[in-house]
Structures are given as structure tokens and as C-alpha cells.
T-cell receptor, first 112, second 115 residues
């Protein structure tokens, strides 16, 4: 069945460091791909998305490119801030129906 | 932010008791979902609804039932709670009228502890 695999956390970085969180997926067809972020004590918020191969999603300085050839959707940010500390979830959804399939989440901690 | 509320926000109950969690939306979205979040598992879909009185099972539906009698409310019931159902439960919505189901918006969550 379909699945999403993320790099394990927690990831600890210093402020202004470069961030990469790896995400790979297994799915039939051409799913849409998402990154959600969960700040402490809150629900999930959509961070960015891409709906077809080679699309780049971006928001708040974060970027991810839909790579069909490597079945990946890695999240990157050039300079992280303490306020980026959160749990990040990669997810996929087939265009038929609305069910999301999530990875296990990666906790990011950014130190001043 | 999407208008989604969940109640209660926290609940402690005992094994064997029934529990009902409520999700309420003010966005008139067609689809509603219940997920549970557990360490190492991300979020897993319990049940979802694609309209009033139309529901279907997700990947971890055993021990749970749902009902949707109005567009705005989606209830999750644990008929007889077990310790394995201790979790954080999230409701989500998607598909405003005429739009795709692409993006889901999440509520703040309910932390349930079953002793």
C-alpha cells in the first residue's frame, strides 16, 4: 500500500543553519504531496504542497520539490529560526478521494 | 484559520466507559476526518465523512464509530474505551463547496487518556 517515510528526529540545529528533512514515498499513480507543521500544543497546519512532478511548493522560506524519479519531497530552508521549532509531517494524497497518508513526523529543535 | 473546534480538549476516562468526541466546523466543508496521533506513527485515519450520513472507515477504525447528522458536526465514539485508545485525536475538514479536496485543515486536537 501507499506509504510515506521521513527521516527520524529529533533534529537539532543552531539558528541560521540550513535545514533538510528527507521525505520519500511509495504510491501508485501521481499523488499530491504535502508538508504540514505542528507547533507545540497545536493542530497541524499546511506548510506547502505540490500536485505534480517537478512542482516546487514554497512558503515562509521553506521549499520542497516533487521528484517523481526519486519519489521524494524533501523539505529545505536556508536559514532556520528558533520559531521554526516544531514537528514536520510529510504526507501524500491521491487525487481520487481526500485521504491523507502521513509520515511519522520529524521533530525540529532550533537553538539560539 | 479554518473554523474548527473540538470538544472536549482534554479527557481522562476509565477502561470500559463510552466516550464521545465532537468536531464542529463553521466552514461548510463537505469532508470531515478523524485522525489519531501517536508517537512513531504520525497521524492515522480513523473514519471520514463525505457528506451528511455518509461515512467510511479509515486504516484504524476498529473500536470506533462515527456519526454525522449535520454538515457542521462529526462525532467520534469509543463504545468501550481501552488503554490502547489513549492518544491525541484530531479532526480535519476539506473541500469547500465547489472546490477540490486537496487541502485539509485541522482542529486543535483532543488529548484522551484511558486509565
Amino acid at each position: 500500500g501507499d506509504s510515506v517515510t521521513q527521516m527520524e528526529g529529533p533534529v537539532t540545529l543552531s539558528e541560521e543553519a540550513f535545514l533538510t528533512i528527507n521525505c520519500t514515498y511509495t504510491a501508485t499513480g501521481y499523488p499530491s504531496l504535502f508538508w504540514y507543521v505542528q507547533y507545540p500544543g497545536e493542530g497541524l497546519q499546511l506548510l506547502l504542497k505540490a500536485t505534480k512532478a517537478d512542482d516546487k511548493g514554497s512558503n515562509k522560506g521553506f521549499e520542497a520539490t516533487y521528484r517523481k524519479e526519486t519519489t521524494s519531497f524533501h523539505l529545505e530552508k536556508g536559514s532556520v529560526q528558533v520559531s521554526d521549532s516544531a514537528v514536520y509531517f510529510c504526507a501524500l494524497k491521491h487525487n481520487q478521494g481526500g485521504k491523507l497518508i502521513f509520515g511519522q513526523g520529524t521533530e525540529l529543535s532550533v537553538k539560539p | 484559520d479554518a473554523g474548527i473546534t473540538q470538544s472536549p480538549r482534554h479527557k481522562v476516562t476509565e477502561t470500559g466507559t463510552p466516550v464521545t468526541l465532537r468536531c464542529h466546523q463553521t466552514e461548510n466543508h463537505r469532508y470531515m476526518y478523524w485522525y489519531r496521533q501517536d508517537p512513531g506513527h504520525g497521524l492515522r485515519l480513523i473514519h471520514y465523512s463525505y457528506g451528511v450520513k455518509d461515512t467510511d472507515k479509515g486504516e484504524v477504525s476498529d473500536g470506533y464509530s462515527v456519526s454525522r447528522s449535520k454538515t457542521e458536526d462529526f462525532l467520534l465514539t469509543l463504545e468501550s474505551a481501552t488503554s490502547s485508545q489513549t492518544s491525541v485525536y484530531f479532526c480535519a475538514i476539506s473541500a469547500p463547496r465547489g472546490a477540490s479536496t486537496d487541502t485539509q485543515y485541522f482542529g486543535p486536537g483532543t488529548r484522551l487518556t484511558v486509565l
